[in-house]
C-alpha cells in the first residue's frame, strides 16, 4: 500500500528515534517531534471506521438498489418551487418526464401578496424610531419596482376580478410607503393599520393561488395514473418539504387524492429537507434509502417497515421513562404508533383554535 506525503511525514516523525530527530535538517524543526498513540486510540480509531466506511458502501450499493427500482417501478416525484412546484414522472425503460408548469397567473398572485410582506422586512427593524432613516434608501427602490409593477398589471394574463384585487393591493403598498417617506419615520400604528387593510385583499390571492395550483396539478396525475393504468398500484411517489411547509403541504396532499390512505408513508412518502428547494438525484437518492433499508429490516428483524423509524427509538423511549423516574420527572411522549403505520406525516390530532386563513375572520 502507497502512503500519501502527509501520512509518509507523520510515519517518519512518529517512529523516528532520538538520535535520527538529531540527524533531520533544521526546515524538519516546526513540525517534528515524538507523537504518542495507546491501543486504546488506535483500537477505537479503527472501530470508528467501520461506521465510516458503511456510508460509502451504501453509496454505492445505493446507485444499483436505484436502478433496480427505477428499472420495475414508476416513481413520481413533487418537489416544491417558487413556480407553484415540479413534478417530474420515472417510468421503467424511458426517459424521465417533466410535467407542464403551473400557469403563470399562480407566481402572479404570489408575487403581489409577498410584495406586501417583504415591506414588513423594510420597515420592520426601524417601527417608532425617528432617529434611524436607513430604510429610505430600500423603501425608494422598492417603491419604483411596485409602481412599474401596477403600471404593467392591465397586461398581464390575469382574469378581470383577480386583476382588480392586486391593483388594490399595489396601490395600498404605494401609499403605505409614500405615507412612511413623507414622515421620515413608520409609526407602529401606521404599520398596523396597513396589515389589517391589506389582509381581506391578501387573502383572496392565497385563496386563488391554491385554486390554481390544486387544479393544475390534479389534471397533471389523472392523466399520469391513467398512462400508467395497473402500473399505478406499484408506483412510489414522494415529495419534499421544510417545517414550515410540512402542514398542509400542497404536493403531498394532491399525491394522496390519487394513491389513497393506504399508500401513505408505504408508496406515498413526505421527505423533509432544510430548505424549500432540493434537487431531483437528492429525492430520489432518499427515496431509494428509504426502500433499500426496508429490506435490510425485514431480514434481520422481520419487520419490512422496521427501517423507516429511528431504530434506537423504541429503547430511547424505554429509557427516557426510566430516566425521568429516576428523577422524579413524568415522561412526556407521544403515544407509541406501530410500525407501517398509514398516518398521515403531519399534525392530525385535532384541536380548538383556528387552523385556516378562513377561521381567522
Known sequence: ????????????????????AQTLPAYMAPISGKATTTSSDVATKDMLALNTGMFELYGDAGKI?????????????????????RMILYRPGMAPMDAPQVPI????LKSVGHSTMALVQVVGPYVDNPDNKSWRGSMLA???????????????????????????????????????????????????????????????????AAQ?????????LAEWKAQLGADWDKTYAASNT???????????SV???????????????LIETISFTTTPADMLESLTRIIADRSIGALFFG??????????GGDARAAIIAETGKRGMTPFLPPAVPFGSKQWPTLVTPGSGPATIADLK
Not at 438498489?65 to 412546484?85: E, T
Not at 399525491?255 to 412518502?269: H, K, V
Not at 419487520?303 to 434506537?312: A, F, Q, S
Open 242 to 252: 421544510i417545517y414550515v411547509a410540512r402542514q398542509n403541504n400542497v404536493l403531498f
Open 65 to 85: 438498489f436505484q436502478k433496480n427500482i427505477l428499472s420495475k417501478h414508476p416513481v413520481i416525484l413533487g418537489l416544491f418551487s417558487g413556480a407553484g412546484g
Open 255 to 269: 399525491l394522496a387524492q390519487f394513491f389513497g390512505p393506504e399508500a401513505i408513508n408505504t408508496r406515498l412518502l
Open 142 to 208: 422598492y417603491r419604483s419596482r411596485m409602481q412599474s409593477a401596477l403600471d404593467g398589471l392591465d397586461a398581464t394574463p390575469m382574469e378581470a376580478g383577480w386583476r382588480d384585487n392586486n391593483r388594490t393591493i399595489l396601490q395600498n403598498n404605494i401609499a403605505f410607503m409614500d405615507e412612511c417617506i413623507a414622515k421620515g419615520v413608520i409609526p407602529f400604528a401606521t404599520l398596523e393599520a396597513f396589515g389589517k387593510k391589506q389582509a381581506p385583499y391578501l387573502a383572496k390571492n392565497v385563496a386563488w
Open 105 to 108: 397567473v399562480y407566481q402572479l
Open 1 to 20: 500500500m502507497r502512503l500519501s506525503p502527509s501520512l509518509a511525514v507523520a510515519a517518519l516523525l512518529s517512529t523516528g528515534t532520538v538520535a535520527n
Open 303 to 312: 419487520n419490512y417497515r422496521l427501517m423507516d423509524y429511528e431504530l434506537m
Open 212 to 220: 390554481t395550483q390544486v387544479a393544475h396539478w390534479m389534471t397533471v
